[in-house]
């Protein structure tokens, strides 16, 4: 189960110093790292968007002037408009009204053209980038998942993509809309009366501190908001993954209370967030209404002097309301900003991860493997750090050979079986099929030469027909019944309620153990590999269940190499040769019938396993 980190929350104890202490544990060469990533993945999922952004982009710009038009407008009306109308003259204001119905108009059509091609452009990108996720965190090797949580894996797909899709759906939206007319306003402002615009300038450097202030603190806010969400969903999906040892070990209270102390360090977070937003927002709010009635009295004044006429008081104060409201929009864009680029972060580490086990540049072909496997000096560890597996072995299996991996737990037996699987390359040796290795074979040759059946015997949600049809996807129904039939699993399947196609529900759990490995073991018939891994694969069944998958292991086990790992010597019987190890080291080696009468270690495990059968 997953333990809360203690420091997770204490970089909120006190607000007002979070942000600077945070920024500063950051090195700069990390920092730029995360950048120039998340930028390489940024550049990537727009290109093939770049002609209709630049379309979108032509549009708003159009659409900003449109909407710039308005106040000008006014002005125009009340200062020569309405007195032409007064003097009978009409069309100076009808003149006004159309032009103003013009810009409405055409503001209102390119920002739905805007709104709903940049939408378009979102969903498409967050769709890719999903796509993108799901196919590489498949493709990561073994050793990748057996570190990284399900739990952040889950985060990667929800949180994070969330968040990305708000910037993408809001924030971008608002941050062009916002600059646009900060920029516009800044230019007509100074157009209008330059007097009166450099009373708004005087404000300028109170928004600039202001939003510096906001956007430092919230890069830090809004990362510890997706790292304490994270940091919950791993919790909440462990826990529920290990139900049956949370009921049975009465961990429940205990779990509780974890993610009790990871939804207060949410809060927390959260909380800061808000504070921050509480602080940025009515600051600007208050500048931008101390600079207006500064402006109106000044104005004022110079209007009752008769330097500037009403209209363009009016006008002006209509833009300084435009320029001070798009500054809480910025504010808010820093927000989305910070936060989905936090998640970008990690989503584009997630998708610069390399597989340990790579493909290789140019694959040698093995159509029809035959199944001959040779381990020659082969060394392994899990972990640098950490002695070796597997310190130097050297093994060769002729090809249709059936051999059984005997020895105490932890002497290296599912090592060897991973390894031969390709799960993980070793560090020293080589080991090769048909005499080619396999670090040049390529996956799909690979999986298709060997398959590895283990006690878990994994079925996916869905019909019995589509987990046996796994082993080979383009397969008939008749194929499929053919290869049920062939290890004895047809009987009870006709039996089930809707036979071949009754859904196994998740997991396979409609099944019985015994029943789940005898279609495991049809999925294998399908497939015909020339190599066949049995890991444990009868461990968890009981004696009538194990007496069935006995009679379909003489099936699938015929003409094919097969390595069978068991504690039960039961299994072990049927092999043609019986390894023993011991720290990774070949002990024994020899026929069952050959190390039972002799005084070696199988010999002892036999006695030991008959006595117990008594």
Same mark, same amino acid.
């Given at each position: 189960m997953t333990t809360p980190d203690s420091s997770t929350a204490s970089g909120l104890k006190d607000w007002r110093g979070v942000a600077t202490e945070d920024q500063d544990a950051l090195s700069?060469?990390?920092?730029? =790292?995360?950048?120039?990533?998340?930028?390489?993945?940024? %550049? /990537?999922?727009?290109? @093939?968007?770049?002609?209709?952004?630049?379309?979108?982009?032509?549009?708003?710009?159009?659409?900003?002037?449109?909407? =710039?038009?308005?106040?000008?407008?006014?002005?125009?009306? %009340? /200062?020569?408009?309405? @007195?032409?109308?007064?003097?009978g003259e009409r069309s100076p204001m009808i003149t006004v009204i159309v032009a103003m119905a013009v810009a409405f108009i055409v503001d209102g059509l390119l920002r739905w053209y805007f709104l709903m091609g940049f939408g378009r452009i979102g969903q498409q990108i967050v769709l890719e980038i999903r796509r993108r996720l799901f196919r590489h965190f498949q493709r990561l090797s073994l050793s990748f998942h057996e570190k990284y949580t399900s739990g952040r894996v889950v985060s990667r797909q929800t949180n994070d993509l969330e968040s990305l899709d708000e910037l993408i759906d809001a924030g971008l939206d608002g941050f062009v809309g916002a600059l646009l007319s900060v920029v516009s306003v800044c230019v007509i402002l100074l157009f209008l009366d330059p007097m009166l615009a450099v009373v708004v300038l005087l404000s300028i450097p109170v928004v600039l501190y202001l939003l510096h202030w906001f956007r430092r603190r919230s890069s830090v806010a809004f990362r510890r908001t997706r790292e304490t969400s994270a940091a919950y969903i791993v919790h909440f999906v462990e826990t529920f993954i290990g139900i049956r040892a949370v009921h049975v070990f009465r961990r429940a209270p205990r779990n509780s209370e974890i993610a009790g102390q990871l939804n207060d360090e949410n809060r927390e977070a959260n909380a800061y967030a808000y504070w921050l937003l509480a602080i940025f927002v009515p600051g600007i709010k208050i500048t931008g209404s101390i600079a207006m009635t500064v402006c109106l009295v000044y104005g004022g004044l110079r209007v009752m002097d008769g330097d500037i006429k009403i209209g363009v008081l009016a006008a002006f104060l209509l833009y300084l309301r435009r320029f001070f409201d798009p500054m809480t929009d910025l504010g808010m864009f820093f927000n989305a900003f910070q936060s989905g680029m936090a998640s970008l972060e990690k989503i584009s580490g997630i998708l610069e991860e390399e597989p340990s086990v790579a493909d290789p540049d140019n694959p040698v072909a093995l159509p029809n493997a035959r199944g001959e496997v040779q381990f020659d000096g082969v060394g392994f560890a899990y972990n640098a750090d950490n002695a070796d597996v597997l310190p130097k072995i050297d093994l060769r299996l002729p090809a249709g050979q059936t051999v059984a991996l005997v020895g105490a737990t932890g002497a290296g037996k599912t090592t060897i079986a991973r390894l031969l699987c390709r799960f993980y390359d070793p560090q020293h040796g080589v080991i090769s099929i048909d005499g080619v290795d396999l670090r040049n074979l390529s996956d799909d040759d690979l999986r298709r030469a060997i398959v590895m059946v283990t006690q878990e015997s994994f079925l996916f949600s869905g019909s019995v027909a589509d987990?046996?049809?796994?082993?080979?996807?383009?397969?008939?129904?008749?194929?499929?019944?053919a290869a049920a039939q062939a290890v004895g699993a047809h009987g009870f399947i006709a039996r089930l309620p809707d036979g071949y196609d009754t859904d196994v529900r998740k997991r396979g759990g409609r099944l019985s153990a015994g029943q789940r490995q005898l279609v495991a073991f049809a999925r294998v018939f399908l497939a015909d590999p020339a190599v066949l891994i049995l890991d444990e694969a009868t461990s968890s069944l009981d004696v009538p269940s194990e007496r069935l998958v006995q009679r379909a292991l003489a099936t699938i086990l015929a003409d094919r190499t097969a390595i069978i790992i068991a504690h039960r010597l039961s299994t072990v019987e049927i092999a043609d040769r019986v390894l023993v190890l011991d720290r990774g080291q070949i002990i024994e080696d020899g026929q069952p019938d050959d190390l039972v009468n002799g005084t070696g270690r199988f010999a002892a495990l036999h006695d030991a396993w008959r006595d117990s059968l008594v």
């Open positions: 700069d060469d990390v920092t730029l =790292m995360l950048r120039g990533r998340s930028r390489r993945l940024l %550049i /990537d999922l727009i290109a @093939p968007h770049k002609k209709k952004l630049w379309l979108l982009m032509v549009a708003v710009v159009i659409q900003n002037f449109a909407m =710039m038009a308005g106040p000008i407008l006014v002005s125009i009306g %009340i /200062d020569n408009g309405i @007195p032409s109308w007064a003097r987990n046996i049809s796994i082993g080979k996807p383009e397969a008939t129904r008749e194929e499929i019944v």
